[in-house]
């Protein structure tokens, strides 16, 4: 294994699948059996995941709603996303604690850093719900701080695109995939691969990061063992 503990960011969009709102149950089975694959193989994995799925809190705001609002909404949306990869996990007999930035003690535990890693150590999967607590940041940010804070090898950006291109391959066909790039490089270039507040957070703490394609059965596996899948960002 090139990673003992990792730190998967999920989109919480992607979780839709080919629906246009909610979670589609199929594609979380196939992550919970991807996450399964790689705790069996003896990594440490926690999980942070969006809300978009259910509410953006951006959106929100640009029609009318209170930005700090619309942000503790989707606070609260990635919890009931959390809480659907917990059961999906427990389904298929997954070891899990829930933990959340912002205190529900009937549906799990606060956010504790040493609770958390002494989950790991035991061969949990924690999965860390309602972003960092704060309005104004992103699930990437949460993602990367939570990274840094349980001292995580790497930080995977599952989504749906396999890595990262010099242009929107959805858009221009030209554009071409990175196996490797520079934090340095990104900026330069402009590049879109997070957030810049969870990038130069990243970039600050020395965190590398893999942006991959979560929907490929069998990618999370490739890219713990060290196979050349998605795009690396090394310093
Ligand atoms: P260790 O015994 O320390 O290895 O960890 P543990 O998580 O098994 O111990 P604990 O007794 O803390 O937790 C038992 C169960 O209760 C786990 O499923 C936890 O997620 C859950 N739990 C712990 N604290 C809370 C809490 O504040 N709220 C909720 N809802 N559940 C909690």
Redesign the pocket.
């Known amino acids: 294994m090139k990673y003992k503990r990792i730190l998967l960011k999920l989109s919480g969009e992607a979780l839709m699948g080919n629906k246009s709102f909610g979670i589609d149950h199929d594609l979380l089975t196939q992550y919970a059996l991807e996450v399964k694959s790689v705790v069996a193989a003896g990594v440490q994995i926690a999980i942070v995941i969006g809300g978009g799925n259910i509410f953006r809190g951006i959106q929100a705001s640009e029609g009318g709603m209170d930005r700090v609002q619309g942000d503790y909404m989707g606070m609260l949306a990635t919890v009931i996303n959390s809480m659907a990869l917990q059961a999906a996990l427990e389904k298929i007999g997954v070891d899990t ?2 933990q959340s930035a912002i205190k529900m ?6 956010f504790i850093r040493r609770k958390a890693v ?2 790991l150590e ?1 061969g949990r999967v924690v999965i860390f719900g309602a972003g960092t607590g704060n309005p104004y940041f992103t699930t990437d940010t949460a993602a990367t701080l939570r990274g840094i804070e349980i001292e995580a090898n790497v930080i995977l950006k599952g989504t749906r695109v396999d890595g990262i291109y010099t242009a929107d391959p959805e858009k221009d066909k030209s554009a071409k995939k990175y196996e490797t790039i520079t934090f340095d490089e990104v900026y330069a270039k402009g590049l879109q691969v997070m957030d810049m507040t969870a990038f130069t957070l990243c970039n600050e703490n020395k965190l590398p990061i893999i942006v991959f394609d979560m929907n490929k059965p069998g990618n999370l596996r490739k890219v713990v063992v060290g196979d050349k899948v998605g795009t690396l960002v090394e310093f």
């Open positions: 604690r829930l003690e009937q549906i799990c535990e606060p002494r989950h035991k």
